[in-house]
Nanobody, 127 residues
């Protein structure tokens, strides 16, 4: 079982920045892909970004490309999401997710394909 714990959310003004962290409880060999997804009230869970433990290949949703950066620290079993130029529409609960095996470029962007989830951290962007 993989446990994921997110931190770093909060309230920020539009144009500001936040960095989210996701600490995984087990060695990275147990998972291959880590992702951030977000869930806003009234909306479906949305893919934001993903990264592979091995090689660090990153994937981004079009809505965050150029503003968000995903990274990982294999030694700490931790994944980060650096968010810049935040907009009110980025307001959501941000969840960390993990997948046990490698994924195609298509499937990595589908939230329902991930095996493990964290509880989430609230990000609120005021206008």
């Amino acid at each position: 079982q993989v446990q994921l714990v997110e931190s770093g959310g909060g309230l920020v003004q539009a144009g500001g920045s936040l960095r989210l962290s996701c600490a995984a409880s087990v060695r990275t060999v147990n998972t291959k892909v880590m992702a951030w997804c977000r869930h806003a009230p009234g909306n479906e869970r949305e893919f934001v970004a993903a990264i592979t433990w091995s090689g660090g290949t990153a994937y981004y949703a079009d809505s965050v490309t150029g503003r968000f950066t995903i990274s990982r620290d294999n030694a700490k079993n931790t994944v980060y999401l650096q968010m810049s130029s935040l907009k009110p529409e980025d307001t959501a609960v941000y969840h960390c997710a993990a997948h046990k095996t490698t994924m195609t470029v298509y499937r990595v962007r589908i939230p329902t394909t991930y095996d493990f989830w964290g509880q989430g951290t609230q990000v609120t962007v005021s206008s």
